[in-house]
Every structure is written in structure tokens, then in C-alpha cells.
């Protein structure tokens, strides 16, 4: 009990020391290569904060675990909207651009569906592997042509604008800053997992419910970490573009591996309880960002809401264990 306390320890103060390198390193390769903070947020930063869920799924899938892969990416999900962005708008509260508001987040929200209905036979194979990379590449091309689009002459440019408050460090430096952050968050969330993951077990608690809580929210610190801190800085378009790719890249890559490594059948509750809770707070955050005409700001009041919805779905799954 001893060692695996001193890991999370160990684990959390490693972790916030590289989310801020990470975010450095991020919003430099930004302000070198012309990139937009959001599209930075949605690619490179999410799928660099979405490794230990990748990581860990095909650890699991491998070891025949595929019940733990599948939680994982389902209860990372329900974490990083109810627990990461509640966390996050209870320090800082993020704007959320109108075009963000109609594109990303409705594109979220039909993937979260269609990802969702795939276990409606309690199976994941092949097949659904193969849709859901498919998905993937279709997003990613999606987004990108998207943030190719020039912005509108008439209205100001809020890239640019933030683009100045973006630090000037030269490509190497970014690229440096960058990777040793990743590596670290990595590093420092295994062992946050590695040390609540063993306290669980000892506790007897279930195998689909670790995966849904401890190991979704161990696997979910470096987007807190890095939404956190990119919030701080008032880097407000990557904290957001953070949660939301992170939750396309966990849907159509994270949950396809067990599909393609290993396919097996999935626990039933996973369909019949945590898909709609996760379907539910993805179409929460959607009413949230839709809420204002002009200018949607996810507020306080808002953090709470999803702070509290997160727990009431943890000591439901606290009840039925």
C-alpha cells in the first residue's frame, strides 16, 4: 500500500510539471507552422494526450482484457467532458467560438451515437474495428479541410489574436518541449493508474468498473493536466480542442483496437449503461455551446453541472458493484 501510494504521488506532481511543457511546446509549434491553436488542440495535442488511453487499450486487448479496453474508452470519454471540463470551466471559464459550436462539437456528438450503436450486440469485432478507423480518417480530413477554410473579412480574427499571446520559441525547441512533456505525462500517468488500479483491486471492485473509473480517469489526467494549464495561459481554443479530439480519437481509434486485435463480447452493461450516460453529457456539452446566440462561454455554472453529473454516474457505478 505504501509503494503504490508513493506512485500516485510521484505520478501527480510529474504530471503537472509536463503538461506544462507540453502546452509550451504545443502552442510553439502553433506559432511556427502557422496552425491554428483549435486545430492544434484537436490533432497533435489530443492524440499526444490520448496515448495512455491507446496505450493502455492495447495493453488490455493484448491480455485478452477486452472488457478493460472497452471501459476505458467509454468511461475516458464520460471523465474528460464531465470530470476534465467541469474541472477546467470551475477554474477558468472557456468561450467557445461559433464555429466550433456548429462543426466540431455536432460532429462529436454523430460519432458518439454511431460508436455507441456498434455495441448494441455486445460483440466488438473486426468489422466494427474497420468502421471506426474508416471513421478516423474521415474525421481527420474533416477537421483539416475545415480549419483550411479562410476566416470570414467581416468579422475579427480570434487566431490572430492569440496568436500573439503565443510564446516565440524556435521549431526545435517546440518540437523538444513537446515530446519530453508527452513522455512524462505518460510515464507519470501509468503510475497514477498503475498505483489506484492496485488499491482497487485490492478492494475487490470489478474488472468493467476500474476501467470506467480509476483507469478513465488515471488515463484522463494528462487532458486535465493540459486543459488546465492551457486555460491558465489563455489558451483557451487548445483546452477545448484537447477534450473534444481526445473523445474522437478514444471513440474511433482507442475502442477500435480491441475490435482488431481481439475481438470478444462485451458486457452488456457497457450498452445498456455507459453508452447512454456518455451519449447523455455529450449532448449536455452540445446544449452548453449552443446555449448563447453570439458568443457561447462555458461557465461555472456549467462546470458544476458536469462536475456533479460525473459523480452521480461514479456512485451509480459504485452501487451496482
Not at 508513493?6 to 503537472?16: D, K, M, N, T, V
Not at 497533435?44 to 485478452?64: D, Y
Not at 493508474?193 to 478492494?203: K, N
Amino acid at each position: 500500500m505504501l509503494l503504490t501510494t508513493a506512485a500516485i504521488l510521484i505520478g501527480f506532481i510529474a504530471l503537472l510539471w509536463s503538461a506544462d511543457q507540453f502546452i509550451n511546446g504545443a502552442t510553439g509549434i502553433a506559432r511556427n507552422f502557422g496552425m491554428s491553436p483549435m486545430l492544434i488542440g484537436l490533432t497533435i495535442v489530443s492524440l499526444g494526450t490520448s496515448t495512455p488511453e491507446i496505450m493502455l487499450s492495447l495493453t488490455a486487448s493484448i491480455s485478452q482484457h477486452a472488457n478493460l479496453a472497452v471501459g476505458n474508452a467509454l468511461g475516458s470519454n464520460i471523465a474528460n467532458i464531465g470530470f476534465v471540463l467541469g474541472i477546467t470551466v470551475l477554474i477558468v471559464p472557456l468561450p467557445v467560438h461559433r464555429k466550433v459550436a456548429l462543426r466540431e462539437i455536432p460532429l462529436l456528438m454523430v460519432i458518439t451515437v454511431l460508436a455507441g450503436l456498434l455495441l448494441i450486440d455486445n460483440h466488438l469485432g473486426r468489422i466494427d474495428g474497420i468502421l471506426l478507423i474508416s471513421g478516423l480518417i474521415l474525421t481527420l480530413y474533416l477537421i483539416y479541410h475545415w480549419h483550411l477554410q479562410p476566416e470570414s473579412t467581416t468579422q475579427p480574427s480570434t487566431d490572430s489574436e492569440t496568436n500573439d499571446e503565443l510564446p516565440a520559441i524556435s521549431k526545435r525547441k517546440a518540437v523538444r518541449l513537446l515530446t519530453v512533456g508527452l513522455l512524462t505525462m505518460i510515464v507519470s500517468s501509468y503510475l497514477l493508474v498503475w498505483g489506484a488500479t492496485g488499491i482497487a483491486r485490492a478492494l475487490g471492485i470489478s474488472e468493467l468498473v476500474i476501467g470506467l473509473t480509476i483507469i478513465a480517469i488515471g488515463s484522463s489526467l494528462p487532458e486535465l493536466a493540459t486543459s488546465v494549464v492551457s486555460a491558465l495561459k489563455k489558451h483557451h481554443d487548445i483546452a477545448l480542442g484537447n477534450i473534444v479530439g481526445s473523445n474522437i480519437f478514444n471513440l474511433l481509434l482507442v475502442m477500435a483496437v480491441p475490435g482488431l486485435v481481439a475481438p470478444a463480447m462485451i458486457d452488456p452493461a457497457a450498452f445498456h449503461r455507459d453508452v447512454p450516460v456518455m451519449t447523455a453529457i455529450t449532448a449536455l456539452l452540445l446544449i452548453l455551446t449552443l446555449a448563447g446566440r453570439k458568443r457561447q462561454m462555458i461557465g461555472q455554472g456549467a462546470g458544476i453541472l458536469l462536475v456533479a453529473c460525473y459523480f452521480s454516474y461514479t456512485l451509480l457505478l459504485y452501487l451496482q458493484s
